[in-house]
């Protein structure tokens, strides 16, 4: 007499749900990883747009972006904000809940700039966005 069973033994469904709860730890913080990085990329490209209005504001006013040189914004970790020249954009506060820091480089005679975000949460500046006076992306 033959004996036939269908299904799968108790120890291969055993195997197969630890393969899954494996590869479920390792997959589980990547993907909590890509949620923060979407958010501090949000952040930066609203601030950055933000601080471009007000550069467009500024050249329509006074027929250039501001004097030639480089300038910081640098947000603490209690969120306030300090920079290099606070009459440049007096008016911008960083948005979201990212701290980031800003750094406007203006080419001489004032119609050229460059606008770079930074992560600097973990001491070390993390470069994630860039854009420049065309709105072109410059990063990522």
């Not at 069973?5 to 120890?11: L, P, Q, V």
């Not at 008016?91 to 700039?113: E, H, N, P, R």
């Amino acid at each position: 007499m033959s004996r036939t069973t269908k299904g799968f033994s108790f120890i291969e469904v055993l195997v197969t749900v630890a393969i899954i709860g494996i590869l479920s730890a390792i997959a589980i913080p990547a993907f909590l990883g890509q949620k923060t990085n979407a958010d501090l990329v949000g952040d930066a490209q609203q601030n950055c747009k933000n601080m471009q209005m007000m550069l467009e504001t500024r050249k329509a006013d006074a027929g250039v972006y501001g004097t030639a040189g480089t300038y910081k914004w640098t947000t603490a970790a209690d969120g306030t904000i300090t920079a290099t020249d606070a009459t440049l954009l007096p008016q911008f506060g960083v948005k979201g809940s990212s701290k980031m820091d800003y750094t406007l480089v203006i080419a001489a005679g004032g119609l050229i700039y460059t606008l770079d975000a930074a992560d600097n949460r973990k001491g070390t500046a993390t470069h994630i966005y860039g854009t420049d006076q065309n709105g072109k992306q410059t990063f990522p």
